[in-house]
Structures are given as structure tokens and as C-alpha cells.
């Protein structure tokens, strides 16, 4: 079955760290380019950054409000995408989204999507 | 970075209308836009990929339209399960960026 379960979130003080965990399975990970997107309690869509495939040379992208705070990685070898969250804030407060990433018509399409891993930033 | 904006932020429907999603890019992005439906407690779908293209699987009274700034969903004939939040999502460049949103609910 192809999918993507997220693991990890939970609750953390401010200033805290935590590493979320997504778990692929039936599709070739290592071809695909893969996002993480977040959504806060009734908030809208926000997405986070990149890793891309190995023939990409992993390289990675990040939105503003996370550089340098958040790092994106991932283990072809074990199927997994990780986002190591640092100095986290309350505003980090979200259901935390791994989604995969399909090339289609020379578009990157957003196009398969995990569950979710919830993220609460409070003291 | 890209600002998206999405109209109207909300519309109430009847089963059987035809609905019109806006989205609009603060410059030019050819094609690079894709529409996402969003239900309550569900992770996101992609509909429309590319402004135009289908999704795999997606109903064909979803349709997408539009190039440069200006994009548009239309759903021809609205059915209940259609009932959710539509969002936008550039992918012309880092950082991709997605709209606000346009919440649909029954009238």
C-alpha cells in the first residue's frame, strides 16, 4: 500500500526541540522529491521546505519562517523523511504534514499525503 | 517570496451549482499552480496540477483554467462531498506559497 504515516509530535516547551519522523511505503522513495507542509488549529496551508532526491543531491528549501531553526533530511536506505525542529516557538503550533512530491507535466505536484503528526508548543 | 491570494474566502452552495475559485499571484507564474481540497480533519487532495491537468482519480466536474496571475477552479455541478476548503499552491519557485483558502458549505 503506498503511504506515508508521521510520527513524533507531541508536546514540547518553548525553546524545545523535537524530530518528526515519516515513514514511506510502496513507492521508490529515493525518487522523489519530498515536502513537509504544517497546518495551525484552524489556520490555512504553510509549507515548510524540501528535501530533493538523491539526483537533486538532496539539496533542500526552506520557507522563511523556519530557516534556520528547522532542518529537513531524509534516509533512502530506510525510507524515512525527518524534520528536526529547534528553538520552537508557540506560533509552531500545528498538525505537521509529510507529502510527497511527483513530477507531472514538468510540474512538481504535491500529490501524496500523510496523515499528519500534531505539534503543541506550550509551557 | 510569492503572495497568493484566493476569492472568495468562503461561499455557500447548493448540491448542483457551479462554483468559481479565484486565485490570483502577486507576478507571473505560467502555469505553475495547483489546487488542493481540504476536508475537516483529512489531510489534503490534489485536484489540479500544472492550472489545468486532472488529477488521477479526481471527478471530471473539477476543472482548473488560467496562466500568468490570474487561475481559476470551477466545480460544474457541486455534490455533498465536495463540500470542504479549497486551496491554491504555487510551484514556480522556492518558497512555494499557498493561498489563504476558500471555504465551501452548504447553503
Known amino acids: 500500500e503506498v503511504q506515508l504515516v508521521e510520527s513524533g509530535g507531541g508536546l514540547v516547551q518553548p525553546g524545545g526541540s523535537l524530530r518528526l519522523s515519516c515513514a514511506v511505503s510502496g513507492f521508490t522513495f529515493s525518487d522523489h522529491h519530498m515536502d513537509w507542509v504544517r497546518q495551525a488549529p484552524g489556520r490555512g496551508l504553510e509549507w515548510l521546505g524540501r528535501t530533493k532526491s538523491k539526483v537533486r543531491s538532496y539539496t533542500t528549501e526552506y520557507a522563511a519562517s523556519v530557516k534556520g531553526r528547522f532542518t529537513i533530511s531524509r534516509d533512502d536506505s530506510k525510507n524515512s523523511l525527518y524534520l528536526q525542529m529547534n528553538s520552537l516557538k508557540t506560533e509552531d503550533t500545528a498538525m505537521y504534514y509529510c507529502v510527497r512530491v511527483t513530477p507531472v507535466a514538468s510540474r512538481d505536484a504535491l500529490d501524496l499525503w500523510g496523515q499528519g503528526t500534531m505539534v503543541t508548543v506550550s509551557s | 517570496a510569492i503572495q497568493m491570494t484566493q476569492s472568495p474566502s468562503s461561499l455557500s452552495a447548493s448540491v448542483g451549482d457551479r462554483v468559481t475559485i479565484t486565485c490570483r499571484t502577486s507576478q507571473g507564474i505560467g502555469n505553475d499552480l495547483g489546487w488542493y481540497q481540504q476536508k475537516p480533519g483529512k489531510a489534503p487532495k490534489l485536484l489540479i496540477y500544472a492550472a489545468s491537468s486532472l488529477q488521477s482519480g479526481v471527478p471530471s466536474r473539477f476543472s482548473g483554467s488560467g496562466s500568468g496571475t490570474d487561475f481559476t477552479l470551477t466545480i460544474s455541478s457541486l455534490q455533498p462531498e465536495d463540500f470542504a476548503t479549497y486551496y491554491c499552491?504555487?510551484?514556480?519557485?522556492?518558497?512555494?506559497?499557498f493561498g489563504p483558502g476558500t471555504k465551501v458549505d452548504i447553503k
Open positions: 499552491l504555487h510551484d514556480y519557485n522556492y518558497p512555494l506559497t
